[in-house]
């Protein structure tokens, strides 16, 4: 069975304090490695996905890299707007089924 | 349409109701998703559709839970006889291709249910 931990789950950043949050996965063979946002009340909005070992994508602050068994999400010099729940998922083998981590909470205070 | 589109945006049902959620998805959507979201937790698959086919039910926690999608387009998911462990926020997602396995998912935001 497909197993997303993600850490920290809570994390309190400085307006332009840099850090990195941390996705670990077991799949049996990885299709897909998705990134999310949450804001409360809202529903999941798609940020990156990464198919394999190596690969980065970036959009403005975050960027996205991928190992054989992590995948970070460095965020650059936040901003208050990003604070969200930040929620990794895999994608493997032949499902359709996506299986979501936990998410860390992030919190920018200005 | 805009988004994916979910009613009723909050329910509050005694124990032992029966609940109906509705989900209409992004037009020309093929494949639909519902998800459970319990408070600080991440989203727990419960099904799948492909058009009107349910290709995999295999997260659904019991057979009180049934979920629909008759014409290929909005989906209803039925919680019977609700008890207060399916308090939860339930997901709707939608995507356009039926044969990537990399589609990313475009998520509604949510039915927040309390059962009391």
């Known amino acids: 069975e497909d197993q997303v931990t993600q850490s920290p789950e809570a994390l309190r950043l400085q307006e332009g304090e840099s850090s990195s949050l941390n996705c670990s996965y077991t799949?049996?063979?990885?299709?897909?490695l998705f990134w999310y946002r949450q804001d409360p009340g809202k529903g999941p909005e798609f940020l990156f996905t990464?198919?394999?070992a190596g690969e980065e994508k970036e959009k403005e602050r975050l960027k996205a890299t991928l190992t054989k068994k992590e995948s970070f999400l460095h965020i650059t010099a936040p901003k208050p707007e990003d604070s969200a729940t930040y929620l990794c998922?895999?994608?493997?083998?032949?499902?359709?089924?996506?299986?979501f981590g936990i998410g860390t909470k992030l919190q920018v205070i200005p | 349409g805009a988004g994916v589109s979910q009613s009723p945006r909050y329910k509050v049902a005694k124990r032992g109701q029966d609940v109906a959620l509705r989900c209409d998805p992004i037009?020309?959507?093929?494949?639909l998703f519902w998800y459970q979201q319990a408070l600080g937790q991440g989203p727990e698959f419960l099904t799948y559709?492909?058009?009107?086919?349910?290709?995999?039910k295999s997260g659904l926690p019991s057979d009180r839970f049934f979920a629909e999608r008759p014409e290929g387009s909005v989906s209803t998911l039925k919680i019977q006889r609700t008890q207060q462990e399916d308090s939860a926020v339930y997901l709707c997602?939608?995507?356009?291709?039926?044969?990537?396995?990399?589609?990313?998912?475009?998520f509604g935001s949510g039915t927040q249910l309390s059962v009391l």
């Open positions: 997602a939608s995507s356009l291709v039926r044969d990537s396995l990399n589609e990313k998912l475009f």
């Open positions: 799949v049996s063979g990885l299709r897909g």
């Open positions: 990464l198919y394999s």
């Open positions: 998922a895999v994608r493997s083998g032949g499902y359709q089924k996506v299986t």
């Open positions: 037009s020309g959507h093929v494949s």
């Open positions: 559709f492909q058009n009107e086919a349910q290709l995999d």
